[in-house]
Structure formats: C-alpha cells, structure tokens
C-alpha cells in the first residue's frame, strides 16, 4: 500500500487518522507541525501528505508551497477546522496554493477515505 505523512498538531485526530490508514493497509509517519512533517519528508518521500493549516512553528499554508517546491508531483489533502470553500477562505487558499483536496474539520471517515483513495489514483 501507500506511505503516508500526516502533519498535524491535534495528537488525537493525527492517531485517529494513523489507526484509519493502517487498517487500510498504510504505512503512515505522523509529525505534529511543518518543521517536524518537512524533516520527515527529507528522510524519506511519502505517495501523499496530509497536513492541517493551522500548527505553530510551521503552518500549513507554509507547509504546502515549501512541499510543491521539493515535490511539485506530490499528493496533498489540507485538512482545516478553521475555514470551508468559500473564496478567501483558509482551504480555498490551501487549493490555489498546491493541495490537491481539502476536506473541512469536522469530516466523516467515509469522506476521508475516498479522498486519501482518490488522490493514491
């Protein structure tokens, strides 16, 4: 299966979405802020990264050009409590910054999971 990096300063919601990856089979690396989740990423490259938006020392936004920069071909899905698809709004930014798919905090596992399959292709 896929090896994924989930980037996320919430522990609870990044142990969540680690325990719903490998039952699917993943391998899933977890880090809690966009520093931490790019010095993973220099380790080793992921089939897709799964970051929130808002994290201290790095936040998503950040996260995301800096990752297309490394990987310009690299699957993102931005993750956010802080905002929905309304133009201006945080993960409308995250889209026309480089993450291939948003989804809004809180999301069911269903919708999880056919966006993490859809973007594995």
């Known amino acids: 299966m896929a090896d994924i990096l989930i980037i996320d300063d919430d522990d609870a919601l990044r142990s969540t979405l680690r325990k719903i990856l490998e039952r699917g089979g993943h391998t899933v690396r977890e880090a809690a802020d966009g520093v931490s989740g790019l010095a993973l990423l220099r380790e080793s490259s992921p089939d897709l990264v799964v970051t929130d938006l808002y994290m201290p020392e790095k936040e998503g936004i950040e996260t995301i050009l800096e990752l297309r920069t490394v990987h310009p071909d690299l ?15 945080s993960l409308s930014d995250a889209e026309a910054l480089g993450a291939d798919a948003t989804l809004a905090k809180p999301f069911s596992i269903e919708a999880f999971q056919e966006v993490v399959d859809r973007l594995l292709g």
């Open 75 to 89: 699957p993102i899905l931005a993750v956010s409590g802080g905002g929905f698809m309304a133009p201006g709004s």
